[in-house]
């Protein structure tokens, strides 16, 4: 009787996963269908478990890179040179802690919690842009982020605003918006300075050279050792591939460059008739991988300085909390059926 029973029960538990395996096929063929189809993937609906995890590391990188991004300017809200500029770099700076939070709360729709992302970044667990990992030496460098850096995001993220996943794909859109706002004053800026004083006009020359190929950077490693880009572009996460993306970048900066009557730091950098675009010189790959490593000339300052800002903000979060919960118990009051909802407001 014993083996029989036994017997019968592993027979089920196969039938089950069995029919697990047959609803799992089947989600699958209506998720591909989806994505095909080009429409969006929405927090309820069945996906891949990768698909979901790959957005979990793009999302979470990219609302890192935003609240990590305010570090290097903030640096000089309280040095700008008028008060205009500084209401300026003071509003963009805010807007990049906005760009993480749509970000953190777009991730959060993937089942995973901001304290959660937080403490993966806090550890070391997950990463932000190589590009924050460099230091913002003189006033020009806020001009060069915005013109180069901001420039470099929009190049990247104008096409996620189609990305399949739609929590992430709307955020993109405001994100766009804004980053374009902080891009023009990044060009204002440094147009500013480049038809100035020959000292300023070499300071924002000297900006260029420093952030020009970081910013290229930014684009992720050449296609042929992108690890995520040909899952990704099947899923429709990304839409180009990261050296299509890069390639689209240089051909805008270049006549912007000669308007700003700046020389970008690269002599290879020629147009080429039969490609249809520039030609430009080797990257550095050596020292992209070595400031992935933590091994930037800022990656310790820049960890530090958010661990410590988290500690410092400790107070705030558990301040809302006990806002959020007093509100909570409040409303569970008032529908009690008793109407006894005194005890909780005390
Ligand atoms: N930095 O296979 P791929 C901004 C990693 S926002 C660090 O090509 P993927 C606004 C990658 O994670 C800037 N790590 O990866 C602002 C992977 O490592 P893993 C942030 C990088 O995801 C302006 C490995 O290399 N924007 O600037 C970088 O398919 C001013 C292999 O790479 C976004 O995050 C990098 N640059 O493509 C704020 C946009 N590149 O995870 C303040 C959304 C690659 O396997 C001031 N993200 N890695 O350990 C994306 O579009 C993509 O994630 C890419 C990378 C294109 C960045």
């Not at 799992?24 to 989806?34: I, P, S």
């Not at 937080?118 to 006033?139: A, C, E, M, V």
Request: aromatic share 8%.
């Amino acid at each position: 009787m014993a083996t029989a029973s036994a017997h019968h029960t592993a027979r089920t538990q196969a039938d089950e996963a069995a029919d697990e395996a047959a609803r799992t096929a089947a989600y699958e063929v209506v998720f591909d269908a989806a994505v095909a189809a080009d429409e969006r993937i929405e927090p309820r609906d069945w996906m891949p478990d990768a698909y979901r995890s790959t957005l979990v590391r793009q999302i979470a990188q990219h609302a890192h890179s935003e609240i990590i991004g305010m570090q290097p300017e903030a640096n000089w809200i309280t040095r700008a040179p008028s008060l205009r500029r500084k209401a300026i770099l003071m509003a963009k700076v805010q807007d990049e802690a906005g760009h993480g939070l749509y970000l953190y709360s777009a991730a959060e729709t993937l089942g995973v919690s901001r304290d959660e992302l937080l403490d993966k970044l806090h550890s070391g667990r997950q990463k932000y842009s190589s590009i924050f990992n460099y230091p913002t030496l003189t006033w020009a460098d806020v001009g060069a982020i915005g013109w180069l850096v901001d420039g470099a995001a929009i190049t990247n993220q104008v096409p996620l605003c189609r990305c399949s996943y739609g929590p992430y794909a709307r955020a993109m859109i405001r994100v766009c918006k804004e980053e374009s706002f902080h891009q023009r004053q990044g060009y204002e800026l440094l147009l500013a300075l480049s038809q100035g004083t020959p000292e300023q006009h070499a300071m924002a020359q000297d900006a260029v050279d420093r952030w020009w190929w970081p910013s290229l950077m930014m684009f992720g490693p050449p296609d042929d050792e992108s690890s995520h880009s040909a899952q990704s572009m099947a899923w429709k996460i990304k839409r180009h591939s990261n050296d299509e993306l890069r390639q689209r970048f240089v051909d805008i900066c270049v006549p912007q460059a000669e308007s700003l009557g700046l020389t970008l730091p690269d002599p290879d950098l020629v147009w080429n008739e039969e490609r249809g675009h520039h030609d430009f010189g080797a990257i550095d790959w050596t020292e992209f991988w070595e400031v992935l490593k933590g091994n930037g000339p800022c990656n310790d300052q820049r960890i530090t300085q958010r661990r410590r800002a988290h500690e410092e903000g400790a107070w705030v979060r558990e301040a809302a909390a006990a806002y959020a919960d007093k509100h909570t118990n409040r409303a569970v009051g008032s529908t009690s059926t008793t109407g006894e909802t005194g005890a909780t407001r005390a």
